[in-house]
């Protein structure tokens, strides 16, 4: 299965529990979610445990299993890099905060912002960056800043001990085996829509 | 084979033009950007016909197909609805003019905004929006305004003739059978990264 799924599902489960649902089958979590049914039913198979025969499987417990695979059952620090428009919204996106990722150091380069709070999070320069990095142990860095800069932050993030990177700049990283490195390519979700009126205008 | 798939080929093929080759194998592809070599030579043994034995695919011509299937061999039309923080980073966003896809019009609810031009792009009000997508016949809209905001503007860009959308806004959206929307939820993105940390720590 992959983690895709994984997190599309805690999510279907948080709203669930949300609005006070205890139990749900694969069929009806598929039906109100627009997910392929056979999928769903295929891959919470897997955790059998959590299920009721006839009835289906027990939100809490189910949503509270996938977190923990997901890994989202902790809080985990996250150094923001780049605070221009792009690098602004993540701060402000409420969807990580929601799901245990807090920003605990923002880095920019420009002097009116360095020193400054924003939501009592601090924006430092990039030569304090390394020192930050290790001195809290952050594990993971969000990379929003040009192109041409990409590489080099990359560079000093995993000496400092960055061990995962999630990439806004659009352009292909180098990282070490051991550093997992994801792509956010904005584009690849405007093709999916294009093709579906590509194909109803054929 | 998924679209999203034929996106990243397609990306993939973008770069081997530019960098100057012209045939490629599945097994090559595979190893340069780091894919699944199983999956690419399952998927690209559809495009048969753009191959040649022993040798593997003439890059350009099948990059020009999946571009035709993708719909990226035309320039589509954008409304951009929301100039905060994240819709201004969307504009400025390279990867989207760079496969066809064009902001003709941003809109915004912020009076000192309003009437102004962005790279030659006007800023029009809420107001004007539907007129706007009406005359220029644009169907693509990429959604950038608060969650509160986002079921009213997306009723009211549908109305006047818009058949997909983009959603940045983290909330689930209602739209009829033949509209077809993409819901971008970033915390995906984090959260893959997070199993992966979790699980090594385990």
């Keep these: 299965m992959t983690i895709r799924r994984l997190s599309i599902y805690t999510r279907c489960l948080l709203q669930l529990e949300e609005d006070g649902v205890k139990t749900v089958s694969s069929q009806e979590l598929a039906e109100r979610f627009n997910l392929n049914s056979a999928q769903?039913?295929?891959d919470l198979a897997?955790?059998?445990e959590f299920g009721v025969r006839g009835i289906g499987?027990?939100?809490a417990g189910l949503k509270a299993e996938l977190?923990?695979?997901l890994?989202?059952?902790r809080e985990w620090a996250v150094v923001?890099?780049?605070f221009g428009n792009l690098g602004s919204a993540l701060f402000h996106y409420k969807g990580f905060t929601r799901q245990g990722f807090k920003v605990v150091a923002i880095v920019d380069e420009n002097p009116t912002k360095i020193g400054r709070e924003v939501e009592r999070v601090p924006v430092?320069?990039?030569r304090d960056m390394a020192r930050e990095v290790k001195a809290r142990g952050i594990q993971i860095a969000i990379l929003a800043v040009p192109v041409e800069a990409a590489q080099a932050v990359t560079d000093e993030l995993v000496a400092a001990g960055i061990r995962a990177v999630l990439n806004f700049a659009p352009t292909r990283l180098r990282v070490p085996r051991d550093v997992r490195?994801?792509?956010v390519d904005l584009s690849i979700e405007l093709e999916t829509l294009s093709f579906y009126l590509a194909k109803s205008a054929r």
């Design 40 to 42: 769903v039913r295929k």
């Design 46 to 48: 897997y955790f059998g």
């Design 57 to 59: 499987y027990y939100v």
């Design 67 to 69: 977190q923990r695979i």
């Design 71 to 73: 890994g989202l059952d």
């Design 80 to 82: 923001l890099v780049g």
């Design 124 to 126: 430092i320069a990039s």
């Design 181 to 183: 490195l994801n792509n």
